[in-house]
Nanobody, 130 residues
Framework: QAQLVESGGGSVQAGGSLKLSCKFS????????VGWFRQAPGKEREGVAA????????SYVDLVKDRFTISEDTAENTVYLQMNSLALEDTAMYYC???????????????????????WGQGTQVTVSS
């Protein structure tokens, strides 16, 4: 299994920005997805964004679509999550995960379903305060 390490979390005031990084040791799928998920205390884990690694197609949950941007550096086996206009409700532990892409619609894409992902990092905490 790939080893994934997240970094970049921290504390920020509402309206601020953070950039998370997810570096992984290997790509374990022929068509791989790398996704960001988050879990706040007392809430279920939710998918935030995902990218078809090396292919570029992206997926976002509606709540973050205009504020967060997922990107990749294939040479460095790293995926980033740029988070702008952070709100209190973005406070959570953020996890990155690697999984298998699927052929959905017109091409290879990544879903935000946790069951599609087999390797997970330990998480990085994001705390947004007023």
């Amino acid at each position: 299994q790939a080893q994934l390490v997240e970094s970049g979390g921290g504390s920020v005031q509402a309206g601020g920005s953070l950039k998370l990084s997810c570096k992984f040791s290997s790509v374990n799928y022929g068509r791989a997805c790398v996704g960001w998920f988050r879990q706040a205390p007392g809430k279920e884990r939710e998918g935030v964004a995902a990218i078809y690694f090396g292919g570029g197609s992206t997926s976002y949950v509606d709540l973050v679509k205009d504020r967060f941007t997922i990107s990749e550096d294939t040479a460095e086996n790293t995926v980033y999550l740029q988070m702008n206009s952070l709100a209190l409700e973005d406070t959570a532990m953020y996890y990155c995960a690697q999984g298998r892409a699927g052929f959905y619609g017109a091409g290879w894409n990544c879903r935000l379903h946790g069951d599609d992902y087999g390797s997970w990092g330990q998480g990085t905490q994001v705390t947004v305060s007023s």
